[in-house]
């Protein structure tokens, strides 16, 4: 199918005068607040910004899990706002993984089902999704643990089960709420080792929403949300974090 | 595609095994309602069945032909000619499989009087053949005093029990009876009591006296005609094609419409048939508010299941599953648990029909004497009857509930918000 929309190198999420408001009138919630972002092929993005400043309903909102009151979501170039109910599944099964913050794993699958799951609707041969799945698996000290169900998983084998079901069917974009936020630290940095490493070999774009300063010294983009618009957005050296990050709202 | 409708189906599966106790309370009472709507429609057939044999064998047969006023008038000018009788057997005999044709036999029966020397009482008089109704006649078999006729039998005649009394026969005491001739002459026949019999009908037993078929043909001056043929098979579910086939042959030979009616019994006893259909239909009326209940309780668990899993469905959502998946996971998983417990319910309720009930119930226990109903009769031992139409009107209502029950916690499936689910822990 060939999408006018659609364009070869069209970055990988592009919101235009994003709106989210919740309620109306004197009690509306304006969630997202005219949001205009470019988020190219390949970057590994932070989210931060204090407790309900928008994230969450903005990476949704980029997701297509929920609908903008006003403005646009591009996807690889194509409308999500645009799409029906069952494109926009289709586009969040072939082009986006979502990684939340728990509780992401179906538990009556086993971890090799979980991660397969994208693949098996796909349609992927089993051999072909076997194989992929043990490879990750290995690569993300996984290994051995294919056959049990959620429930016998610590929170970070969990996670990075769920990494791995992001990932598996090479989408453009994966989209992780707070991921590292029920994580022991050397949990999260095994995490965010992997993710950086998916980041890098196969340049899968990831955005994520964070509170964790060891996240944003990793991201090489920082976008910090204040009531529901952008207040800074910023490049930087991976490793490095920048003082305003953590500024009380108002400072910067 | 094959292989995401797999998936769906596995999870739901995985999903009842998980709750595992909610999914056996849930089949638990399927399998009850079921089961018990199988039994007692079982009862309720087997007693049917009893109904129509005996109602049948009372004379009527599975298959009746008259003429075709005679129903309405009773008038002996309604009658089978002798030449047409001929042709009618000749039909029947042709056209019933063999094996299935258990009597054929004609008779007279016109009402009329009966007389003693004390008083007198209206009566339907049946001049029946004896040999050929030997073995099938239900009379026979109920003659609580003396006996029955037999063959060879001229002036002998068997009477109701009520009859008797009214009329204070005793075994050999004499009877005239009164009726229109063919000549629409008032004529009279006397005969001896040889026999008395008791059904539990009461209109049958007040009213009803049999005597020899040549006898009552020569009496009423009927030559060789006769009012009805009646025909016993050996197993009602032939009833309609016999009734088909003959009245095709008949129709051939031009007799069938204006001289001939062939009917079956649901026809020629529509107070019979149509008083086993409110039965029936009461205890479907009945068992369905039962299963209703049931319903209830399936749309319950089911919608427990969904709601407790909002999170997942919202999970579901986020992977690429899109609403019509997520509705049809939960379609399978209520619509498996209540086919499968529905089928162990039918099950049950054969087992119980044909295992532990197989030998019949009692029942005389409710109803103390005989049990009549629409001028038929039955034994207090039912023999439990699975009918195929049962077994199919009863998976019908088992795929109805299933698909009807987990449509609304399907469709609240569909309508979870993944935004909003994610929210929430469950
Ligand atoms: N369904 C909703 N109805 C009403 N208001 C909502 C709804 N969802 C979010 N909000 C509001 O929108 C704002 C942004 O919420 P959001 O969850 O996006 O914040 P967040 O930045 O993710 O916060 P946190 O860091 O605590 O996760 C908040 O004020 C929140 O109360
Ligand atoms: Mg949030």
């Known amino acids: ?252 | 595609m094959m292989e995401r409708w797999l998936l769906i189906g596995r999870i739901a599966l995985r999903n009842l095994r998980r709750q595992l106790r909610r999914s056996l309370l849930t089949a638990s009472a399927m399998v009850l309602g079921v089961g018990l709507l199988m039994f007692v429609r079982a009862l309720e057939g087997g007693a049917h069945l009893m109904y129509v044999d005996t109602a049948t064998r009372m004379g009527t047969g599975h298959v009746s032909m008259e003429h075709p006023d005679y129903m309405g008038s009773q008038d002996l000018a309604d009658r089978i000619a002798a030449r047409d009788l001929a042709l009618l057997l000749e039909a029947v005999a042709t056209s019933v499989p063999p094996g299935e044709l258990v009597a054929l036999f004609p008779q007279v029966n016109v009402g009329g009087l009966a007389q003693s020397a004390t008083s007198s009482v209206p009566v339907r008089i049946s001049g029946v053949d004896p040999a050929l109704e030997s073995g099938v006649s239900f009379f026979a078999q109920q003659v609580v005093e003396g006996r029955y006729l037999e063959p060879g039998d001229r002036l002998e005649a068997v009477v109701g029990i009520g009859v008797a009394e009214r009329l204070r026969l005793e075994l050999g005491s004499r009877l005239v009876l009164m009726a229109a001739g063919a000549q629409g002459d008032l004529e009279s026949q006397l005969v001896l009591v040889t026999g008395i019999f008791r059904t539990g009908i009461p209109e049958v037993d007040r009213g009803v006296v049999h005597l020899p078929l040549p006898t009552a043909r020569e009496w009423l001056e009927l030559g060789g005609d006769v009012t009805s043929v009646s025909v016993i098979l050996a197993s009602d579910q032939r009833t309609g094609s016999v009734a088909e086939a003959v009245r095709g042959r008949l129709t051939e030979e031009g007799v069938a419409g204006d001289r001939l009616a062939v009917r079956p019994w649901w026809e020629a006893m529509p107070d019979l048939y149509a008083g086993l259909r409110a039965d029936a239909v009461q205890t479907y009326i009945m068992l369905l508010v039962l299963l209703a209940i049931v319903a209830l309780a399936v749309v319950n668990s089911i919608l427990m299941a969904v709601l407790n899993r909002t999170r997942e469905f919202g999970v579901l959502r986020a992977l690429g599953l899109n609403r019509r998946a997520v509705g049809a996971m939960v379609l399978v998983e209520g619509v498996f648990l209540t086919l499968a417990s529905g089928l162990v319910g039918m099950l049950l309720g054969l087992a119980l029909s044909m295992g532990v009930f197989g030998d019949g119930v009692d029942i005389s226990f409710i109803f103390g004497g005989e049990l009549a109903f629409a001028g038929s009769v039955m034994e207090p031992v039912i023999q439990p009857a699975v009918l195929a139409g049962d077994v199919v009107a009863i998976l019908t209502i088992v795929i109805a509930i299933g698909i009807l029950a987990t449509l609304y916690p399907a469709w609240h499936a569909t309508r979870i918000e993944p935004a909003e689910a994610m929210k929430t822990d469950e």
């Open chain 1, 1 to 252: 199918m060939s999408d006018e929309t659609q364009r070869p190198h069209a970055p990988a999420v592009e919101t235009r005068a994003l709106w989210k408001t919740f309620g109306q009138g004197e009690t509306a919630v304006h969630a997202v607040h005219d949001v205009s972002l470019t988020i190219g092929q390949g970057e590994f993005v932070a989210l931060c910004g204090p407790s309900g400043s928008g994230k969450t309903t903005l990476v949704n909102l980029i997701g297509g899990l929920t609908d903008p009151t006003r403005g646009e979501v591009r996807v690889d170039g194509r409308d999500v706002g645009a799409m029906s109910e069952p494109e926009r599944a289709q586009l969040r099964l072939e082009r986006i993984g979502f990684v939340f913050q728990a509780y992401n794993l179906l538990p009556v699958l086993t971890a090799m089902e979980n991660a397969e799951f994208p693949l098996m609707l796909r349609g992927v041969p089993k051999d072909e999704r076997r194989k992929a799945v043990s490879a990750l698996f290995r690569e993300i000290g996984l290994e051995g643990l294919e056959d049990r169900r959620p429930g016998a998983l610590s929170g970070g084998q969990q996670q990075r089960v769920a990494v791995a079901r992001a990932v598996l069917g090479a989408p453009a974009l994966v989209l992780a709420d707070e991921p590292t936020a029920n994580l022991d630290t050397q949990a999260s940095d095994a995490l965010l080792g992997i993710m950086e490493l998916l980041n890098q070999e196969r340049r899968v774009t990831f955005i994520f929403c964070t509170h964790d300063p060891r996240v944003m010294r990793r991201a090489r983009r920082i976008i910090r949300l204040v009531d529901g618009h952008v207040e800074r957005d910023a490049e930087k050296e991976s490793g490095s974090l920048p003082d305003w990050v953590l500024e009380p709202v108002g400072a910067g």
